[in-house]
């Protein structure tokens, strides 16, 4: 099983404000990693894959970068709708595991 | 338009069986990878099974082995999930979703709405 270690688990930032989140894995996994936001009592949408790739639709704003172990979601400029909880998703090798997420709030 | 509704969810007892659906339009259902993800109230996710195009593969995350069987009507553009013994552990939102695969792997590009399932005495 690939671990994985998400970080912060908790983000307090303002609007127009950079935010990172980091997904860190217990073995290298390549670039075969996901990135997904939610919202309170919706389903994810998918934001990245293969680790620096925007899924069609989603805001330039957002990016992915890494490979190996440590990969990095950016939000350049933080908007309202900004606010939610985000996932990292490992699909190198079975079981297909998810970050613990990182819940982005108003500071 | 993609749309991937899900139903079945409800309350059952421990050691009780439930049976998900996943109703798919707007694309060709049967060109696709399909899974579920799970998510316990209040905690991450968790992904739980997926299966080939043709139904010929199917893979489960190891707590669930033996107790759930995913599987799909191509003709019917649905998925399922037969889960038997359950647990209180396995009280979550389930989500079907489509699987995106490429050189290994996949991610999930489009999510249902998700249908609860609590496992309760």
């Known amino acids: 099983v690939i671990w994985m270690t998400q970080s912060p688990s908790l983000l307090s930032a303002s609007t127009g404000d950079r935010v990172t989140i980091s997904c860190r894995m217990s073995q290298g996994i390549s670039s075969y990693l996901a990135w997904y936001q939610q919202k309170p009592g919706k389903a994810p949408e998918l934001l990245i894959y293969?680790?620096?790739t925007l899924q069609s639709g989603v805001p330039s704003r957002f990016s992915g970068s890494g490979s190996g172990t440590d990969f990095t979601l950016t939000i350049s400029c933080l908007q309202s709708e900004d606010f939610a909880t985000y996932y990292c998703q490992q699909y190198y090798s079975f079981p297909w595991t998810f970050g613990q997420g990182t819940k982005v709030e108003i500071k | 338009e993609v749309q991937l509704v899900e139903s079945g969810g409800g309350l059952v007892q421990p050691g009780g069986s439930l049976r998900l659906s996943c109703a798919a339009s707007?694309?060709?259902?049967?060109?696709?990878?399909m899974s579920w993800v799970r998510q316990a109230p209040g905690k991450g996710l968790e992904w739980v099974a997926n299966?080939?195009?043709?139904?010929?593969?199917?893979y489960y995350v190891d707590s669930v082995k033996g107790r759930f069987t995913i599987s799909r009507d191509n003709a019917k553009n649905s998925l399922y999930l037969q889960m038997n013994s359950l647990r209180a552990e396995d009280t979550a939102v389930y989500y079907c979703?489509?699987?995106?695969?490429?050189?290994?792997?996949?991610?999930?590009?489009?999510w249902g709405q998700g249908t609860l399932v609590t496992v309760s005495s």
């Open positions: 707007g694309f060709t259902f049967s060109s696709y990878w």
């Open positions: 293969a680790a620096s």
């Open positions: 979703a489509r699987a995106i695969t490429m050189v290994r792997g996949a991610w999930f590009d489009y």
């Open positions: 299966i080939k195009q043709d139904g010929s593969e199917k």
